[in-house]
């Protein structure tokens, strides 16, 4: 089992609907979870940190479960530029885990 | 944001030949810088770890005699894939690590795209 995996998708969104995606982990003791935004052939850009229960940044929301070992993101009010690829990753002792990522697709 | 930049952008070599990448950090120092190799729809994958003043550390299944990482300073770390064959081909991305309160931050380069002929 990869340590960090991700629904593949594309989740092709509505502009303006909501849309919600997980990565889930395989080790309990993980602490420090980050999505990341990669858009086509550019490197990832850090969208939030989610260190306790989650966190929230505007129309971006991301939330820890512990109990079942994954975190959630959800997009509120999707704008067409939040068409990308989403990246969880987790910290294992100062190195980085990636998922290999989930597409969003926000159409007109 | 701190920025760090990686030249080149884009490299199309020869098969056989070495290919040098560079990771700079330019507003921050940092002490530690990490290579990672992504192939197209798949995650970012850690190569290693580069630690400045001393030898990187490579992930498992990573050749340390192909991919040299050298950390000479506080803000430049280089990747030099040798003799680099066409399934090297890949993009190529470093981050570099700010101490910033209760965690560690990366930030990552721009990346490098190797196509291997």
């Known amino acids: 089992r990869k340590e960090v995996e991700q629904d593949p998708g594309p989740f092709n969104v509505p502009e303006g609907a909501t849309v919600a995606f997980n990565c889930t982990y395989s080790n309990s003791a993980s602490q420090s979870f980050f999505w990341y935004r990669q858009d086509c052939r550019k490197e990832p850009k850090l969208l939030m940190s989610?260190?306790?229960s989650g966190n929230e940044d505007g129309r971006f929301t991301a939330q820890l479960n512990r109990a079942s070992q994954y975190i959630s993101l959800l997009i509120r009010d999707s704008k067409l530029s939040d068409s990308a690829t989403y990246l969880c990753?987790?910290?294992?002792?100062?190195?980085?885990?990636f998922g290999a990522g989930t597409q969003v697709v926000v159409t007109p | 944001g701190a920025v760090v930049s990686q030249h080149p952008s884009r490299v199309i070599c020869k098969s056989g030949t070495s290919v040098k990448i560079e990771c700079r950090s330019l507003?921050?120092?940092?002490?530690?810088m990490f290579w990672y190799r992504q192939f197209p729809k798949q995650s970012l994958m850690l190569m290693a770890t580069s630690n400045e003043g001393s030898k990187a550390t490579y992930e498992q299944g990573v050749e340390k005699d192909k991919f040299l990482i050298n950390h000479a300073s506080l803000t430049l770390s280089t990747l030099t894939v040798t003799s680099a064959h066409p399934e090297d081909s890949s993009f190529y991305i470093c981050s570099a690590n700010r101490d910033s309160g209760a965690y560690n931050e990366q930030f990552f380069g721009p990346g490098t795209r190797l196509t291997v002929l």
């Open positions: 990753a987790r910290d294992s002792w100062g190195k980085l885990q």
């Open positions: 507003d921050f120092q940092a002490t530690t």
């Open positions: 989610v260190y306790s």
